[in-house]
């Protein structure tokens, strides 16, 4: 259903699963992500917070639940708890550039703007493939480390 586009039917179904499963961590995960989609942010919270509490999370699951949950808070006004939870997932996968993406948009709107543009260079020096990047890619990461540093 979820890959069908078809969320509030996915929802109906999940919820009755998640009370007979508590346990279950993938779940747990699939009923955060389906409230998201139905901009039901706040009520993902609780469910994401199980996925990533519970033992069993596929990798590739877990790395979804941490950007989120993170963004969830985000969205929520909740900013210090985003970048908290999208830290936390950077220091666990240190090459994912979605997860160091969204805790750049987190520190900006957590009123850290140098950081999270540092961050958001970072990740365009790290991944872009565009000529025009590559060719400057050595200075967009020297900036990325040092946004003040002039020369």
Do not use: N
């Not at 699939?30 to 509490?53: F, M, N, S």
């Not at 260079?121 to 025009?132: E, I, K, R």
């Amino acid at each position: 259903m979820r890959e069908e586009g078809r969320p509030r039917e996915a929802r109906e179904l999940l919820l009755p699963l998640c009370a007979a499963h508590p346990e279950d961590a993938g779940l747990a995960y699939q009923t955060a992500w389906v409230h998201d989609v139905l901009g039901l942010e706040a009520e993902a919270v609780p469910h994401y917070r199980r996925a990533l509490a519970l033992p069993g999370l596929a990798e590739a699951d877990r790395r979804g639940a941490l950007l989120g949950l993170g963004s969830t808070y985000r969205v929520l006004g909740r900013t210090e708890e985003a970048v908290e939870t999208l830290s936390g997932g950077v220091r666990e996968f240190p090459d994912d550039a979605a997860l160091r993406a969204f805790l750049a948009m987190a520190l900006y709107s957590a009123g850290r703007p140098k950081e999270a543009l540092e961050l958001a260079l970072a990740v365009l020096a790290d991944t872009s493939a565009d000529p025009g990047i590559a060719a400057y890619r050595r200075a967009i990461r020297h900036y990325a480390d040092d946004l003040d540093d002039l020369s």
